[in-house]
């Protein structure tokens, strides 16, 4: 029986995850192998095609690469290897990173000590959740960074008796991280701190400070290479994309509040982003009309400084932006102007409860050890996001693709216990 049940955790996540890939693809087929429906896809894809035209092409038009090069470089893989500009071969590779995502759920509910039909649940659940959908059905970063997230959490609650657990953390993290960067930058912070908390583990377990080395060593030696690479490209110092102070001139302008409460209607919520790019682009031109010869990191620098002076202008309504901001990161609900009363309605319906099941989690004290590992995992990755998409446009997908899939986990944990206890209780009365 013992034998059955290993068989069972390690083929059944397996093939969850083949299940949520194969679902995933069938839904993009469904909403157009060659369509995208978030006006960013069309900036990631003809960074892409640019890309495929060689560095020479590159070092020419810097100016085609204002988003960050990691996954418009991914993007411009697939297209390198389907011989075109087809996008069903990169919305392949999204289905496939969301099955694995879907396999990671499942290991990860098992790491969790949950009964098999919970863990089962939660990564059907997850792999069937419409809002992860959305973004892994289309040109978006937002479903690779789910998949590194997930990786991560795995990395955490790997077994320590098990021989070279701790070699595969200290070259899978850095790397993953390293990766991670590239395709979002403002995941930096994030693993920064998770970085803190692996070292303070290993520390804990009194591992040898040759771990830490590698852990540091391999993150710089790839990180010191790709800035270089940037540099060359942008005849300066960049500090991993260029886009950086282009999105620090949102950080602190009060226009952008109904859209940050999400209470805005569907012409208002269009007023807004037009009248912002058209901000943005007279800006650019602005500065270019000006100054010429500038360089591209010393424009990201000039965007960088304006907006730091727009919020130290108004420091006491910069900061009442910034406290919006932070709720606009965990609201319970979409931008009504953006997808529409029905959808803001079904959101609400989804994460009101999901949110009262993770903090009823993350508030538990008799926790094993490898949910508590899991429980300052998820504190410290949410405190990493949340400042890191406070300064930035602040959209409620990149808040799911980091917290969707511990929702359902944190869930299917609390329907375990709430069962397990009331088990328990009636046993006690027949006794």
Not at 106 to 115: D, S, T
Not at 219 to 229: A, D, M, N, R
Not at 318 to 343: C, H, M, Q
């Amino acid at each position: 029986m013992q034998a059955f049940e290993t068989r069972i955790k390690a083929w059944l996540p397996l093939g969850l995850g083949i299940t949520g890939a194969v679902f995933c693809f069938v839904l993009a087929s469904i909403r157009g192998l060659e369509s995208t429906h978030y006006p960013d896809a069309v900036i990631f894809i003809s960074q892409a095609e640019a890309i495929t035209q060689g560095w020479n092409y590159m070092l020419q038009r810097p100016q085609l690469f204002n988003s960050p090069l990691g996954f418009s470089g991914l993007l411009s893989a697939t297209f390198l290897l389907g011989g075109g500009s087809s996008l069903a071969l990169f919305k392949v590779l999204l289905s496939i990173c969301h099955g694995l995502s879907v396999f990671l759920v499942a290991r990860i509910g098992i790491c969790m000590g949950l009964p098999r039909l919970f863990w089962v649940s939660a990564a059907l659940l997850f792999s069937l959740d419409p809002f992860v959908l959305f973004a892994a059905t289309d040109v978006q970063v937002e479903g690779l960074v789910t998949l590194i997230i997930l990786f991560w959490a795995y990395l955490f609650l790997l077994p320590p008796e098990k021989p070279k657990i701790s070699i595969i953390q200290a070259i899978g993290f850095p790397l993953s991280g390293f990766i991670a960067l590239t395709i979002r930058p403002n995941i930096l912070i994030p693993f920064i701190l998770l970085s803190i908390l692996l070292f303070y583990i290993w520390f804990t377990r009194d591992q040898k400070w040759p771990l830490y080395a590698t852990v540091i060593s391999i993150f710089f030696c790839f990180f010191t290479l790709y800035e270089v690479l940037l540099a060359k490209l942008y005849g300066g110092f960049v500090f991993l994309s260029t886009n950086g102070g282009l999105n620090a001139l949102l950080a602190c302008r009060q226009q952008f509040l109904p859209q940050y409460l999400g209470l805005i209607s569907v012409d208002e919520n269009s007023r807004i982003n037009r009248e912002y790019f058209a901000y943005l682009e007279n800006l650019r031109s602005s500065i270019i009309g000006k100054q010429p010869e500038i360089s591209f990191s010393q424009l990201d620098r000039e965007f960088l400084t304006r907006a730091i002076s727009s919020c130290t202008e108004d420091p006491f309504g910069s900061a009442f932006v910034l406290i919006v901001k932070s709720f606009a990161v965990w609201r319970p609900y979409t931008v009504i102007g953006a997808y529409g009363v029905e959808i803001a309605l079904i959101s609400l319906t989804l994460w009101l409860p999901l949110s009262i099941f993770a903090l009823w989690y993350l508030s538990r004290r008799n926790l094993s050890v490898p949910n508590k590992i899991l429980r300052n995992y998820f504190l410290i990755l949410s405190v990493g996001f949340t400042i890191s998409l406070i300064p930035s446009a602040t959209q409620i997908r990149h808040r799911v693709a980091f917290v969707e899939p511990f929702l359902w986990l944190f869930a299917a944990y609390f329907l375990a216990q709430k069962i397990r206890s009331r088990k328990i209780l009636r046993d006690d009365q027949d006794v």
